[in-house]
């Protein structure tokens, strides 16, 4: 049964005999831990997180859905779940191999129309099992999308142009040899299995998959009532963005759906609750192609496998939107699943939900927090260097993890007070166990003595030792039974995890607008080869651009000023332009920033 975070009062007046509470109930550190990354990171939006083992299941939730209610969110919240969609179909593709009308070995050109050319390479046709484990050879995203707007890019992309990029598209390795993450080949998967089913891909994922398991609030066409519930999006920036629209590659990332909703696709997989369809799902969790990234992932039909060190094996499976992200994954060994959803694409929900999947659950298992002076914090306070003798797990055991401060550095913890609180998190390089242990934001360590905490969510131990004269020399984790040591190297505090700046708009008079309004040239770059052409005009209180040339992301997009040069799109939070001016105050050229390549100059046309 789907339960709500349970706050439990004590009211206990035993003056005469000493008393130590319960451990803190599991939910509601998970309530605790929301609440500080969204309040941490200054985020737009919402996040729901949902837990289900053979005890049960539970539900957390912080924020509001921003949908122009005061609605706050809860299981029942409707999120997008993007590329976790793939799972779906995959299940799909392997419900038809179950009923004998496809096989994994199939070439996909069977299943399409004789008119379209589909790419083979040294007479090696593309798999239907190669489409499913992203080992087709073909790219992430089709290059003849032409969205009529930047920041709705799959927006009427039909079926009709996606047969044209294939017949267009030359291989440049055979297919199976390489995986290389596409939403392309699943969405052709997904053409595939629906002409011959002979129905649309929305009611297969209905009739084989939502109906069965009750999961009545997962689909692509959202009712009134689905979209009452529906969680308003947020980008990087913090803005409000409108949700995506896939056209005819619906098959890759289309799907909403709720934690409660997930909670039993998770459960199904992981046999908890008595269903057909949990032997067609554990057949996907088969791994079919090793080492498909730098963290040696495996992948089965659409899920990663992740291996653990002591033989545990994490399949899940992530999400990201342009204002969603999203995060499914269950330990096949301890029988347990996770399910967070979040309407900002600023928060690590991988991150989150395998932290989530580390953590103890059982509160006759958690640690208990005793009451002790705050003033030996302070002793504690510092930066600690791991020198423990073990070498480098050859495992990465989560591909997202990413740590605060950013440097290359030695991997250690960070300690650091604020007011009678105390915080640890992880430092340096990505090092087993802190990526798994401590949290992306820094997590509240609790007392269970003067020298012995732990992390409030995970409940990982961690004790401190001291010299003959009472000083702080080190720390101690531990984890799956081994002890993890680290060297006190300085009594300074890390700094503090600071909130991401997000760019916000200013009011430009006309003319401050009017001078940046104009042709601009970009010569041929390594990402752009045949350089790019920008239009810029404007249109009331901002500017509207447009740009075109091989490979550049087309379309039309508004862009705000945040001062008198530099520019941003609200809706598109990985560009930025910076117009630079004469001492006459004429712009002269534009410097196109975009997050995954070097800038990019254009001079202004006379």
Known sequence: MITTIRVVCFALLLSAFPFRAAAEDFTNAIHAYLQQRVEAEKVNGCIVAGIVDEHGSSVVSYGKLDNGTD???????????????????????????????????????????????????????????????HTSGLPFMPDNLDPKRMDDPCANYTVEKLYA???????????????????????????AITLKAGTNYESLVVDRICRPLKMDSTRITLTPELKSRFAQGHNDYGYAVSRTDCG????????????????????????????????????????????????????????????????????????????????????????????????????????????????EWQSDRRPTETNISSRVYGSYVGQYRSTSDAAPHKFKLWPFARHEDGTNSQSGIGIRREGDRLFAQAMGTNSWPIDVLLPPVAGELLPESETRFFERLSGMPLTFSRDARGKVTGL??????????????????????????????????????????????????????????????????????????????????????????????????????????????EVTSVHYHLVWCPDIEGKKLK
């Open 248 to 359: 005819a590659l619906m098959g890759g990332a289309a799907l909403c759906s709720t934690a409660n909703d997930m909670l039993k696709y998770l459960s199904a997989n992981l046999g908890l609750m008595p269903s057909n369809l949990t032997q067609l799902m554990e057949k996907m969790h088969v791994v079919r192609f090793s080492h498909v990234s730098p963290g040696n992932d495996d992948i089965g039909l659409a899920w990663y496998v992740t291996p653990d060190p002591n033989g545990t094996k994490i399949i899940w499976h992530g999400g990201r939107g342009d204002g969603c992200r999203a995060f499914v994954g269950f330990d096949t060994t301890r029988r347990r699943g996770v399910v967070v959803l979040a309407s900002s694409q600023d928060l690590d929900v991988p991150v989150i939900g395998r932290f989530l999947l580390e953590s």
């Open 476 to 585: 101690t984790e531990h984890y799956q039974g081994k002890a993890f040591s680290y060297e006190k190297i300085s009594d300074q505090p890390p700094k503090a995890p600071e909130p991401p700046h997000r760019p916000v708009s200013i009011k430009l008079g006309i003319k401050l607008l009017d001078v940046c309004a104009g042709h601009y040239e970009c010569p041929p770059k390594a990402m752009f080869p045949t350089g790019m052409k920008l239009t810029i005009w404007r249109e009331g209180d901002h500017l509207v651009g447009q740009a075109w040339g091989e490979k550049v992301p087309t379309g039309i997009f508004d862009i705000y000023p945040e001062s008198e040069t530099n520019f941003f799109p609200k809706t598109i939070d990985w560009l930025q332009l910076t117009f630079i001016k004469n001492d006459k105050g």
């Open 165 to 191: 990029f294939l017949s267009g598209y030359k291989l440049s390795r055979d297919p199976g040899t390489k995986y290389e993450y596409s939403g392309v080949g699943v969405a052709l998967l997904a053409q």
């Open 71 to 133: 609605q706050e969110a809860n299981g029942d919240t409707v999120f997008e779940i993007a590329s976790i969609t793939k799972t779906f179909t995959a299940f799909l593709l392997q419900d038809m191999i179950e009923r004998g009308e496809m096989k994994l070995d199939d070439p996909v050109a069977k299943y399409l129309p004789k008119s379209v050319k589909v790419p083979t390479r040294n007479g090696k046709e593309i798999t239907l099992l190669q489409l499913a484990t």
